[in-house]
C-alpha cells in the first residue's frame, strides 16, 4: 500500500522535543527520563525523517551515522492510528538510502517492527557477528 499524498517526509528535519515525546507515548514506550536540553542534543546528532500530515508530526526515525563505515537505525516511530499505511515503510526507505555506502547498517527491533525491517534485508542472525544490548537499569 502507498503513502497517502497526505503525507510529506523532511529528510535531515528535526523534530519537536514535545512531538518526540507524544510519538513516543501514542507507541507505548513512554520516557526517556532526560531533561530537555539533553535530549535535544542526541536527537540533533542524528539524521532525522520526519512524516508530517496537515502540519503534524505522524512518524519519525533517526540515523546515527559515523559518515564512513557505519549507521545505526533509531526510533522508528509512526502514530497507531496511521501505522500499516506505508509512513514507517517511507520512512526506513529514506534512513537506508541515506546510509547506503555504510557497511554495516543496523538496528534494534520490536516484534511489531520486526517484519518491516525483514523485508528491507535486516537479519536477525548473521554467521560473522552477533548483536549484544546493555540496557541501563
Given at each position: ?15 519537536p ?12 514506550w ?10 535535544a ?70 516484534p511489531?517492527?520486526?517484519p518491516l ?20 537499569t
Amino acid at each position: 500500500m502507498g503513502v497517502s499524498t497526505e503525507v510529506s517526509f523532511e529528510e535531515g528535519a528535526s523534530i519537536p522535543l514535545a512531538d518526540y515525546r507524544r510519538l513516543r507515548s501514542e507507541v507505548g514506550w513512554g520516557g526517556p527520563s532526560l531533561e530537555d536540553a539533553e535530549l535535544a542534543a542526541a536527537l540533533e546528532r542524528t539524521w532525522n525523517v520526519v512524516a508530517r500530515r496537515s502540519g503534524e508530526v505522524v512518524g519519525f526515525g533517526r540515523l546515527l551515522d559515523d559518515g564512513a563505515l557505519y549507521a545505526s537505525i533509531w526510533d522508528m516511530l509512526v502514530s497507531p492510528l496511521l501505522q500499516r499505511r506505508g509512513i514507517g515503510n517511507e520512512i526506513l526507505t529514506r534512513l537506508i538510502a541515506h546510509a547506503a555506502t555504510r557497511s554495516l547498517t543496523v538496528l534494534v527491533a520490536t516484534p511489531k517492527g520486526r517484519p518491516l525491517y525483514e523485508r528491507h534485508g535486516f537479519v536477525a542472525g548473521d554467521p560473522r557477528a552477533s548483536a549484544l544490548l546493555r540496557r541501563r537499569t
